[in-house]
Nanobody, 122 residues
């Protein structure tokens, strides 16, 4: 089992920044690819960023490229999502997820956090 706890969400004005953190416990964190997903009301869950187990490979969704940065610290069992130049359309519930073979597809992740709300006001 892997337990994931997100933090760092909140209310921010458009153009502002937030940094999300996801602390993992349980099995060996460095075995897992990690993803950040978001889901807005009435929309499907989408992958905004993904990082490989070593941190050397990353993926970003088109809507966040150049604004969001995913990183991980395997010594702290934590994955981060730095979000800059936030837009109202970034408003969503953000989840982190862990998967041995995780990619951009939600079904490839076996463990999920409870989510943290990000709200961007215009």
């Amino acid at each position: 089992q892997v337990q994931l706890v997100e933090s760092g969400g909140g209310l921010v004005q458009a153009g502002g920044s937030l940094r999300l953190s996801c602390a993992a416990s349980g099995r060996t964190f460095s075995d897992y690819n990690m993803g950040w997903f978001r889901q807005a009301p009435g929309k499907e869950r989408e992958c905004v960023a993904q990082i490989g187990w070593s941190g050397h490979s990353t993926y970003y969704g088109d809507s966040v490229k150049g604004r969001f940065t995913i990183s991980r610290d395997n010594t702290k069992n934590t994955v981060y999502l730095q979000m800059n130049i936030l837009k109202p359309e970034d408003t969503a519930l953000y989840y982190c997820a862990a998967g041995l073979h995780g990619n951009i597809l939600a079904r490839r992740y076996g463990y999920w956090g409870q989510g943290t709300q990000v709200t961007v006001s215009s």
